[in-house]
Each structure stands twice: as structure tokens, then as C-alpha cells.
């Protein structure tokens, strides 16, 4: 169940109402140069692969850099902000029908499970 969780965050219908532009002025504001597109693809293909693998097998896999630091701590957590803010949008029918769980349920756990997990794996 979690990993379809991670799987609709990944979503491209998902994510085009994930706020990145955000994530990019925040990032730009501490002096790198990032384009919201490219965030949204690092979301989508990386961060959320390794979040996958955290959640399917308890930890993040060593070669992903997820833990070697690739990106900082404060990186990881405003991405995490950023994705989860709109999570009404993702598709919940979806996963209640392949788990047989309320959507609300589902909600439930992703709000007061799940995201308390991730802050903590993401060093907060």
C-alpha cells in the first residue's frame, strides 16, 4: 500500500500540481541555480525511486545517495513539503480500489504515518 502511495505522488498528473517553482526560488534564494522542470523530473525519477525503496524495504538503498548526502537534509525535506502539500490531488480511488482500504483510511495513514516517517528518514 505504501509504495502505490509513493507511486500516485510520483505521477505526472500528480505532480503538475506539485508546486516546484517553490522548491526552485527557496534553493535559488541559498544561491544555486535550479529550474523548477528539472526538480519536477528529480522528484519524479530519483527522489521518489529512492522513497519507494525506503518504504517497500525499510531503508534507503546505499547507492542511491540518499543517505551518502547527495542532497542536504533541508533539500530533501522541501522537496517532501512541496509534494505533499497538494495530496488531496493524488489518486486515491485508485489505491483504495487495488488495497480495498477507505480512501480515508489511506489519507489517515499518509498524513499521520507516512509523512512523519519520511520527515524523520529525511533528517528532520
Avoid at 62 to 85: C, P
Amino acid at each position: 500500500m505504501r509504495v502505490a502511495i509513493v507511486d500516485a505522488l510520483a505521477d505526472p498528473k500528480y505532480t503538475s500540481a506539485v508546486d516546484f517553482q517553490a522548491v526552485a526560488a527557496s534553493l535559488s534564494a541559498e544561491g544555486e541555480v535550479v529550474i523548477w522542470a528539472k526538480l519536477s523530473y528529480h522528484w519524479r525519477e530519483v527522489l521518489s525511486a529512492d522513497l519507494r525503496a525506503y518504504v517497500r524495504d525499510g531503508g534507503f538503498d546505499k547507492k542511491t545517495g540518499a543517505e551518502a548526502g547527495a542532497l542536504t537534509t533541508a533539500h530533501r525535506q522541501g522537496f517532501w513539503d512541496a509534494v505533499i502539500k497538494p495530496y488531496d490531488k493524488a489518486d486515491w480511488k485508485a489505491i483504495e480500489q487495488e488495497h480495498g482500504m477507505s480512501t480515508t483510511k489511506l489519507k489517515h495513514h499518509f498524513r499521520v504515518v507516512m509523512c512523519k516517517e519520511v520527515k524523520k528518514a529525511c533528517g528532520k
